[in-house]
């Protein structure tokens, strides 16, 4: 947010759509995100909620040394235009590694738990046959 507020601070046209664009982004990120099932855990919201800001600010790193010479901005044509997508490809990057990573651990995870059911399961028929044969002594 750097870019933005330094964009809106000295008045530059357009700063109020680089931060709806900034916005819309962020939306477009936690829904695909969210699209998964496997990142749908407390722990995994956070850790995209940090990462997106770490993705975010990569670029608003890189836009204000781009936009802004000696804190002035520069206006770099049509070729600024390019380094604008910076932010889309870095969350877009950033979604993708993420998800495939929970989706390992959810998997994981899951053939986990199915090992303990059955575990559980085994112990409880021994148990009832324990108890039958009690029973009928």
Do not use: H
């Not at 986990?112 to 009690?134: F, G, I, T």
């Amino acid at each position: 947010m750097i870019t933005w507020l330094a964009m809106f601070l000295q008045k530059t046209e357009g700063a109020n759509l680089f931060l709806a664009v900034i916005c819309v982004m962020w939306v477009l990120y936690c829904g695909f995100f969210l699209a998964v099932k496997a990142n749908r855990s407390k722990k995994n919201i956070k850790t995209a909620a940090i990462a997106g800001l770490v993705a975010t600010l990569i670029s608003d790193i890189v836009w204000f040394f781009k936009f802004f010479d000696n804190l002035e901005y520069r206006n770099p044509g049509a070729s600024g235009v390019a380094w604008l997508v910076l932010l889309p490809i870095l969350m877009f990057l950033t979604v993708m590694v993420l998800s495939y990573i929970n989706a390992s651990r959810y998997e994981f995870d899951k053939k986990k738990r199915e090992k303990e059911a059955a575990k559980q399961k085994k112990k409880e028929k021994r148990r009832k046959k324990y108890e039958q044969s009690e029973d009928n002594q």
